[in-house]
Antibody
Framework: QLQLQESGPGLVKPSETLSLTCTVS??????????WGWIRQPPGKGLEWIGS???????YYNPSLKSRVTISVDTSKNQFSLKLSSVTAADTAVYYC???????????????WGQGTLVTVSS | SSELTQDPAVSVALGQTVRITCQGD??????ASWYQQKPGQAPVLVIY???NRPSGIPDRFSGSSSGNTASLTITGAQAEDEADYYC???????????FGGGTKLTVL
């Protein structure tokens, strides 16, 4: 059974780069069955998809964040990572990683999710 | 359009049936998935595909779709169903994913 766990700094200074890692257990990140994704939730607000990556390295980013986001996979560590540059207070949120299933182009779902990690942008 | 629209809040009497809807152009092409989120917890998948429930999700949860609207129905709502519910699908381009704004369900 897949399990995901986010890790990384809980406090980032404005203008710096937010870096988070998601460690996958119970399955291989190289599996062709899954994409891997990052989703965030500002305090008291809704969910926002940040981006997704396939094991081959193909990436998909939220157009509103694309210029600042990089998602990568480290197959040797069974991890995938998120980098968000030039952060501001508006990037303060709980960041979740999740497995994205897409058995066909029309059917997609995120499951399971990590527990989430709060990242605060403040000086 | 890359947007999915949900009613911000819905209420239901205990034991009654409630439908939570999600509207968007992309839903004419792609199935929605639905997530339940309780305070302080990560979202949990409750419905995916045409109408599929993950293991452990009660059968009072069901999904349907018509035109540009996807629906999550809870038949016989329980107190523990009080939560925020989010829909998700690919956007119309097919190269991004988008979440609805969420619906806060209150069980009276």
């Amino acid at each position: 059974q897949l399990q995901l766990q986010e890790s990384g700094p809980g406090l980032v200074k404005p203008s710096e780069t937010l870096s988070l890692t998601c460690t996958v257990s119970g399955g291989s990140i190289s599996s062709s069955s899954y994409y891997w994704g990052w989703i965030r939730q500002p305090p008291g607000k809704g969910l926002e998809w940040i981006g997704s990556i396939y094991y081959s390295g193909s990436t998909y980013y939220n157009p509103s964040l694309k210029s600042r986001v990089t998602i990568s996979v480290d197959t040797s560590k069974n991890q995938f990572s998120l980098k968000l540059s030039s952060v501001t207070a508006a990037d303060t949120a709980v960041y979740y990683c999740a497995s994205l299933h897409s058995p066909d182009f029309w059917t997609n779902w995120f499951d399971p999710w990590g527990q989430g990690t709060l990242v605060t942008v403040s000086s | 359009s890359s947007e999915l629209t949900q009613d911000p809040a819905v209420s239901v009497a205990l034991g009654q049936t409630v439908r939570i809807t999600c509207q968007g152009d992309s839903l004419r092409s792609y199935y929605a998935s639905w997530y339940q989120q309780k305070p302080g917890q990560a979202p949990v998948l409750v419905i995916y595909g045409k109408n599929n429930r993950p293991s452990g999700i009660p059968d009072r949860f069901s999904g349907s779709s018509s035109g540009n609207t996807a629906s999550l129905t809870i038949t016989g709502a329980q107190a523990e169903d009080e939560a925020d519910y989010y829909c998700n699908s690919r956007d119309s381009s097919g190269n991004s994913w988008v979440f609805g704004g969420g619906t806060k369900l209150t069980v009276l």
